[in-house]
C-alpha cells in the first residue's frame, strides 16, 4: 500500500521561510519522479515543482528563485523549500509521485502566507 504524508504545512509570514517534506512508503521510491502541486480555494489544482529520478527539476514560473524542490532516497523523502513566500502562495500543497501511467497522491497540508 503506498503512502505519501506530508508535513510541515503552516502559517507563514511574507518574507519568511518554510520546508515541506513527504515521507513516502510502498514504493520503489527512486525510480518515481516525485512533485508538489497546491490547490488555492476556488482554484484548480497546479504543479508547483517537480524532480525526477535523476534528480533534474522543473518549476512553475511564479515559484522559480523562491522554492526548492530536492529528494532523499535513503529516507524516500521529498522536500519543497519556500523562500519569501507571498500571500498568493496559500494554498493547500498536496505530493505526488509519479511513473509512467501510474501515479499516488498524498492528502496534503495547508499553508497559509499572511502577516
Known amino acids: 500500500q503506498v503512502q505519501l504524508v506530508e508535513s510541515g504545512g503552516g502559517l507563514v509570514q511574507p518574507g519568511g521561510s518554510l520546508r515541506l517534506s513527504c515521507a513516502a512508503s510502498?514504493?520503489?521510491?527512486?525510480?518515481?519522479?516525485m512533485g508538489w502541486y497546491r490547490q488555492a480555494p476556488g482554484k484548480e489544482r497546479e504543479l508547483v515543482a517537480r524532480?525526477?529520478?535523476?534528480?533534474?527539476?522543473n518549476y512553475v514560473d511564479s515559484v522559480k528563485g523562491r522554492f526548492t524542490i530536492s529528494r532523499d532516497n535513503a529516507k524516500n523523502t521529498v522536500y519543497l523549500r519556500m523562500m519569501s513566500p507571498k500571500p498568493e502562495d496559500t494554498a493547500v500543497y498536496y505530493c505526488?509521485?509519479?511513473?509512467?501511467?501510474?501515479?499516488?497522491w498524498g492528502r496534503g497540508t495547508q499553508v497559509t502566507v499572511s502577516s
Open positions: 524532480i525526477g529520478s535523476d534528480f533534474s527539476t
Open positions: 505526488n509521485a509519479f511513473r509512467l501511467r501510474v501515479e499516488h
Open positions: 510502498g514504493l520503489t521510491f527512486d525510480i518515481y519522479a
